[in-house]
Every structure is written in structure tokens, then in C-alpha cells.
């Protein structure tokens, strides 16, 4: 699919990937949507970039429908999706301070697995309805997933749980969707330079950084965007998890 004019949201898109994919995606000439939690943040970002702000919690089935049907009546019909929006807490199933706090658990597989399947699922409906290209293509929609999706560390059981419900839906997804001709890829990233990474000291992120193969260094936001814009543009590439991580094995 052409990325030039075509209306392109992206959830989680005031920060991090998210926001680095917006701007990529703006470069090429997309009519671009950042959706994301309603804050000064988002909208100065929206400004930064020249998007049209949607304020969206991913877990809300009525936030999500309004902010589509808002997208709709203000921009058209959505051509490009790509979820972004995640959290990432540590903690360990059995601490010093006991089990693993079950809200938190709950609430990062809300957000990560259940959350991008909301929006996957409404966002396709109005793609659907796409006057096909060429190729008979409606609509692309591409996911976060993450390595730990499948070398889940100690102090990830959260994250990894939700990021392998998302590689793992991938498959499914694009065999539902592949009728209405909408394709649906997932990104699996390793260890990124990401605003989630800003709290771990310096000393951490050498050593994370020294165990990737090659380049010896931390993904850069810019190099999600890229394999973004490849996967939009590449039409035989469907229902794959590609994993982007310079090589890394986590152990």
C-alpha cells in the first residue's frame, strides 16, 4: 500500500514508537492520527507533528468508538493502523513483598493484549468498507509485540504474558481479516532507546546494549519506523511476527 495521503493512526503515539512512526509516517505524505491518553503531552505533540489528536484509552470500547467515528466525520476512513500503546511494569510472580500484585498483572494485559484487540477490532470494521487498490488491499494494520514475547526475563511474567498474546493472535488475525483484504503484521522488538527505558540506570543499559549481537547498542525508535513503513508498502508480507532487535537472545 502506498503510504502518501493515506489516513494513518497510531496508538500510543505521543511518545517513543509510537511518535517516531508518526513522524515517519508524515514524512511520506500519510494524513496522520495520534491517538493516545489526554494530556498537554499528546496534543503538543499532535501540534509538533501536524496530527490530528484523538484522546483514547485503548481499554475503553466507547473512547475507542467515539474516537473512530470522530476520525470519520473529521478525516475519513482509516487506511493504516498501528498500535503502539503499551506499559511495561517489572516485578517478580514471588517477591520479597509476596505475589505478584494481580491488578498490575490484569491491568498490563488490559492495556498490551486486550486494549490492541479493541482497537483492531473496530478500526477493521471501517477499513473494511475501503475502496480496495490494485492489489484488492483495504487496509494494513500492524501490531506491538516484543522479543519477550518469546525470551521473557525473570521480572517480566506481565508483559511477556501480554506481548505473547499478541504474537500470538497475529496468525489468526490476518486469516479473519484476509477477506475483506486487510493485512495485519506484528513488530517484535528487542531492546529499544524508548522513554520505558529512561528510568533503568546507565550502567544497566550499557550492559543491555553490549548483549546485542550487532549494532552493539540500543534499537533506535527511527528503525521501528523504517520496518513500519517497509511492512505498509511490501504487500506479501501477512500474518508474520518479524522481530527487530539487532540479533538479541535474551536469556
Known amino acids: 500500500m502506498e503510504i502518501n495521503e493515506k489516513i494513518s493512526l497510531v496508538t500510543g503515539g505521543a511518545s517513543g514508537l509510537g511518535k517516531a512512526t508518526l513522524i515517519s509516517l508524515a514524512a511520506k505524505g500519510a494524513r496522520t492520527i495520534l491517538a493516545d491518553l489526554p494530556s498537554e503531552k499528546s496534543k503538543m505533540v ?78 477493521s470494521a471501517y477499513m473494511a468498507s475501503n475502496k480496495p487498490n490494485n492489489d484488492g488491499e483495504r487496509g494494513v494494520i500492524i501490531n506491538t509485540s516484543s522479543i519477550a514475547s518469546t525470551d521473557g526475563q525473570r521480572g517480566q511474567v506481565a508483559y511477556a504474558s501480554s506481548k505473547a498474546g499478541v504474537a500470538g493472535m497475529t496468525l489468526p488475525l490476518a486469516r479473519d481479516l484476509g477477506r475483506f483484504g486487510i493485512r495485519v503484521v506484528a513488530i517484535c522488538p528487542g531492546i529499544f532507546d524508548t522513554p520505558m527505558l529512561k528510568t533503568v540506570k546507565e550502567d544497566v543499559r550499557d550492559q543491555l546494549a553490549e548483549s546485542v549481537v550487532f549494532p552493539k547498542r540500543l534499537g533506535q525508535p527511527k528503525e521501528f519506523a523504517q520496518l513500519v513503513n517497509f511492512l505498509i508498502e511490501c504487500p506479501y508480507i501477512n500474518g508474520e511476527n518479524i522481530r527487530l532487535d539487532g540479533g538479541l537472545r535474551m536469556v
Request: net charge negative; proline share 4%.
Open 46 to 123: 499532535a501540534e509538533e507533528i501536524g496530527a490530528f489528536f484523538i484522546p483514547m484509552d485503548v481499554t475503553s470500547t466507547e473512547e475507542v468508538e467515539e474516537g473512530l467515528k470522530n476520525i470519520k466525520q473529521k478525516v475519513g476512513n482509516i487506511d493504516i493502523c498501528v498500535n503502539c500503546a503499551g506499559i511495561a511494569p517489572a516485578a517478580m510472580t514471588l517477591g520479597k513483598n509476596g505475589p505478584h500484585d494481580f491488578d498490575v498483572y490484569s491491568k498490563t494485559i488490559g492495556v498490551n493484549l486486550t486494549g490492541m484487540f479493541n482497537v483492531v477490532r473496530l478500526t
